[in-house]
């Protein structure tokens, strides 16, 4: 029998579509003197033009530092024939209707690496459409054929006539929309795959005009802090806020689903309050276990088998026969997403008429849904304007909106009497849950005499993230799909394996984190390659080269890495060179790590990384991806952990979740493969692989691999 379960294009909010409101115009504050929308025309929902040939693009995906904004903006520029200096963009409204992620069955958000994947052709569509009726408006300015004006830099020309876009869109937004465009051959694009692009956000960044939500004011705006209970699951018992609301500028404490919320004229009022909250919690359905006490019976369990994931041939009998076996258990900890920009939101409630929000909404969908659920409104009565945000790595794309969902609430409490902004400390964030799960993997491979891997059996254990969410349909035959990606779809040519699964609960809230299962799969199956390639006698590069024939994607990365790095040749005096290569999101990326080992102080000084995304839209931003997604990564395996002791979180900030610092990034080099391929994922795929790239090279130097995240769990510092 052969059975493998994979997640396939992250087929999230499958059933969660239709929760769109009618009017799509995107939330934007203008400058003094700019265009406002009304003097601009809507060529369709996703392109405007300005009488003056500014061009703005709509953007259904949230713009965190990931490069949605400029890289769709590309999209439309290029079938456009736009002059890129004249281009902007801005964020859409949650409208499901006309901003649905296209893998995600009909409801809007951002994840799974999908915002240029899902939108190639949909936006590269909406500018030829737009072109075409440019393009004849035209001509019935002119008096010619169509196809005797060409099109150039946001200019219509026929001979000496040159028409500035602007100048006619009004009356080429009037004309019926051709029902088919043609697109351009890839031979005549000029700024797709271009490295010199400007972003579109970046001046704005740059100069600190760029809008996120801790930056929005509305007149009357109150300013509110919560309470959370200090163990998940706890609720309030009762609580005594006659000292908060002494505090000076405090307006109300009021009691919420999610803990007691202090509600004041500024910031300092509201955490000053909470300070001098009394508050006496019960604990009757909160998880009090340690984290060492969930890992100890994760151990256990990963001695029983499991639900089958992924089964090829006689995996037993093939171990049996083998005449080596090689065993390694992995230990993964929880992990924050410890963005630089902590939750917040804006919210201003009209009892009965409607909910605005403004704030960073990775899944504006869910977000309407649940505030339409909790208010009596109807979906298209709550209005999501996406702000900017300071990156999330998941963490915004909650199945509860938590953050939404907890900004009404405290709206609702006080009869929507002002616009109240939420706010969340670092203390706030890094305690507030929704980690990557703790994760246990054990491994058993099979070589026979001649150094060939012929069986792999791997155990899974961790807890679902999909059960009892929305997502919970991508849970097939006990199987958490997101569990599993990355292993039950193993690369290498193996004639005998299974993959099994635990799913044990937990009531610690677990969530995807930058790049959901392989963070754990990938580390596990590309440290395992090496412990089997070692124990054959082979070098980890030829031996991977082997079990990939078959897989010229993966082999294609993978050899580019370990040219580009002289794997061939001596590494540096001193260091030791590691290598790892794994898919994700339909992107193939190859890491080599070289490490310095100093007394067990780990010191990545230098990674090659070769990936392969399809068609390269922003060559620039496919790059910072990867340099971002390396350090991501990086910070995560050396120290980073969350820990509870009794069901208390010990980690409170940046000195005891510490990020990686600026001295701890390595010199990284990033190669691109050329592609005629269509465009997929590139913000998490850089993720997984650093983590065994660098423990290869640490087992290359000390002969043991680190098998206990972080690093410091096994004795490196």
Known sequence: MTKRLSLARRAFLATAGGAGVGLAVGFRIEPAGAVSPAAETAFN???????????????????????????????????????????????????????????????????????????????????????????????????VPASEIRTEQG????????????????????????????????????????????????????????????????????????????????????????????????????????????????????????????????????????????????????????????????????????????????????????????????????????VELWFGSQAPTIDQTTVAAMTGLEPSQIHVNTMLAGGSFGRRATPNADIASEATAIAMALDGRAPIKLMWTRE?????????????????????????????????????????????????????????????????????????????????????????????????TETFVDALAAAAGADPFAFRQQLLQDKPRHLGVLELAAERAGWSSPAPEGVHRGIAVHESFNSFVAQVAEVRLDDGRVKVERVVCAVDCGRAINPDQVRAQMEGGIGYGLGAVLRDAITLTDGYVDQQQFDTYEPLRIDDMPHVEVHIVASEEAPTGVGEPGTPVIGPAVANAIFAATGRMPTRLPFTNDGLV
């Not at 035959?477 to 993959?499: C, H, K, M, R, T």
Request: aromatic share 8%; hydrophobic share 45%; net charge negative.
């Open 45 to 143: 929902p996703f392109l405007r033009i300005a009488p003056d040939g500014k061009i703005t693009v709509i953007v259904k995906h949230i713009e965190f530092g990931q490069g949605a904004n400029t890289g769709l903006a590309t999209l439309v520029a290029e079938e456009l024939d736009a002059d890129w200096s004249k281009v902007t963009a801005e964020s859409a409204p949650g409208n499901a209707e006309l901003y649905a992620n296209l893998f995600w069955g009909g409801a809007q958000g951002t994840g799974g690496s999908s915002a240029i994947a899902n939108s190639y052709d949909q936006y590269r569509e909406a500018g030829a459409t737009a072109r075409a009726m440019l393009l004849q408006a035209a001509a019935e300015r002119l008096g």
């Open 155 to 354: 200019q219509l020309i026929h001979g000496e006539n040159h028409l500035n876009y602007g100048e006619v869109a009004e009356a080429a937004a009037a004309l019926p929309a051709p029902t088919a465009v043609s697109l351009k051959p890839p031979s005549e694009y000029r700024l797709i795959g271009e490295s010199s692009l400007r972003r579109v956000d970046g001046a704005a960044k740059t100069d600190g005009s760029a809008l996120f939500a801790l930056d929005l004011q509305l007149p009357g705006m109150l300013y509110a802090t919560v309470a959370h209970s200090p163990r998940f699951g706890g609720r309030v018992a009762s609580f005594d806020g006659s000292a908060a609301a002494a505090v000076p500028g405090v307006e109300a404490v009021v009691e919420i689903p999610s803990g007691v919320a202090v509600v004041a004229r500024n910031t300092w009022a509201a955490l000053k309050g909470r300070d001098a909250l009394d508050v006496t919690w019960n604990d009757d359905a909160a998880e009090t276990r340690s984290s060492a006490t969930l890992v100890g019976e994760f151990l256990e369990l990963a001695e029983r088998p499991g639900a089958v994931a992924a089964t090829e041939g006689d995996v037993s009998g093939a171990l049996a026969a083998a005449d080596q076996v090689v065993e390694l258990t992995y230990e993964f900890p929880f992990l924050a997403h410890a963005p630089m920009e902590t939750l917040d939101a804006v919210v201003r409630y009209t009892p009965g008429e409607q």
């Open 428 to 524: 706030d964030d890094i305690q507030g849950g929704f980690y990557r799960p703790i994760y246990v993997h054990k491994l058993r491979g099979g070589l026979d005499a001649s150094g060939r891997l012929v069986a792999w059996e791997q155990r899974i254990v961790g807890q679902s993230i999909l059960a009892g969410t929305p997502f919970s349909m991508l849970i097939e035959d006990g199987i958490d799909l997101s569990s599993v990606e990355g292993a039950s779809d193993l690369a290498y040519a193996v004639p005998a394996l299974q993959v099994e699964l635990h799913s044990p609960t937990v009531g610690v809230p677990g969530l995807w984190w930058r790049a959901v299962g392989h963070t754990h799969t990938g580390y596990a």
